[in-house]
């Protein structure tokens, strides 16, 4: 069965998807939970909307984990 | 009908690509690119800054005037001091100017497809080269630490990754983390700059790809998401340096006010 999935099936294709889906569901949850939490804090202390600067900071960090999961799919071949 | 969506893809390059070698040491584009926008960018910025006056400055000098005033309240900001602000801000204004003028130009459309020499793109930006962007950091964080050892002397510096007890060998382990998290620092930095910019590049080949005959239209919302992309990666690559320097000058601050 297993032979059979590996001559029929580019498997490096299912490798490149599987890596661009659950590389890009991290950061995306994160990115997510950081403007929540960014917006919650806003409504209650409508002076903390001078951090956006910081929020972008932090998105970034997170965001490095999809990129880099990203640029992996050009190294499978 | 379908040869339009054909499987072959556009030509996506992760890595420079050599175009010729003097002498055994090989030029790649993004060397070639990353020279020129190099001498126009040190030819705009010093006529630039003769241009800045102290009363308002007029024209494209208000651009490095409103730079230079941003980030020296937020270096005076994230360091505690005026002076600090004063002595540092000229390197991290500069490595600012570097990084956002190279994402900027480039996203022009000469770099890619227009000019090739030997079937291989002749132009390629020069952060989206990750021996460029490695540079980049080796200086960024070689500086900091040079700033930091001369703000507070070498033992102090040192004692700041050793802190603790030196007879507790707990303090040997954590201090050895802290120095080999220096070396995370470094490749973040750089990984952070390259893969968005070189994904950037990536994402705005596929769709002008994808486009086909209208690449041109399709490109530009991408296009524009970039020019964004490149001026806040440029914005967090000095953010961060700025909070490293001010984390690691943080011993001696604390000094100062309470002596």
């Not at chain 1, 994160?30 to 932090?58: C, D, H, T």
């Not at chain 2, 303090?171 to 620092?185: D, K, N």
Request: charged share 10%; aromatic share 14%.
């Amino acid at each position: 069965m297993e032979l059979f999935a590996a001559e029929t099936i580019n498997t490096a294709v299912l490798a490149k998807g599987i890596l661009v889906g659950f590389g890009g569901m991290g950061p995306a949850i994160a990115i997510g939970l950081l403007g929540a939490s960014y917006m919650s804090a806003v409504s209650r202390n409508p002076e903390s909307a001078k951090f956006l600067g910081q929020l972008f900071v932090f998105v970034a960090m997170a965001e490095l984990f999809g990129l880099i999961a990203f640029a992996s799919i050009f190294i499978v071949k | 009908m379908f040869n339009l969506f054909a499987s072959e893809g556009p030509h996506i390059a992760i890595a420079p690509e050599k175009l010729f070698e003097v002498g055994g040491l090989v030029i790649t584009n993004s060397m070639v690119y990353g020279w020129i926008v190099c001498i126009v960018m040190m030819v705009a910025l010093i006529y630039g800054a003769r241009k800045v006056t102290i009363g308002g400055s007029r024209g494209p000098a208000q651009l490095l005037d409103a730079g230079v005033e941003f980030f020296y309240n937020m270096i005076a900001g994230s360091l505690g001091s005026e002076s600090r602000a004063r002595k540092y801000t000229p390197y991290f204004v500069t490595i600012f100017f570097f990084a956002l003028i190279h994402n900027w130009l480039g996203l022009l459309p000469i770099v890619g497809k227009p000019f090739t020499y030997d079937d291989t793109a002749l132009f390629r930006p020069f952060t989206a080269d990750f021996n460029g962007t490695l540079a980049m950091s080796i200086t960024a964080i070689v500086l900091i630490q040079t700033f930091a050892i001369k703000e507070s002397g070498l033992v102090k510096h040192l004692r700041h990754y050793f802190a603790g007890s030196l007879a507790n060998p707990i303090t040997y382990l954590i201090g050895l983390m802290e120095i080999f998290q220096e070396l995370t620092r470094l490749f973040s930095l750089a990984l952070r700059l390259f893969l968005n910019v070189v994904i950037g590049e990536i994402l705005i080949a596929i769709f002008a790809y994808l486009g086909g005959t209208f690449g041109f239209a399709t490109a530009v919302p991408f296009t524009l998401m970039e020019v964004f992309i490149g001026l806040l990666q440029a914005y967090i690559f000095v953010l961060l340096s700025v909070s490293y320097l001010s984390v690691a000058i943080a011993h001696s601050h604390e000094h100062e006010e309470t002596a």
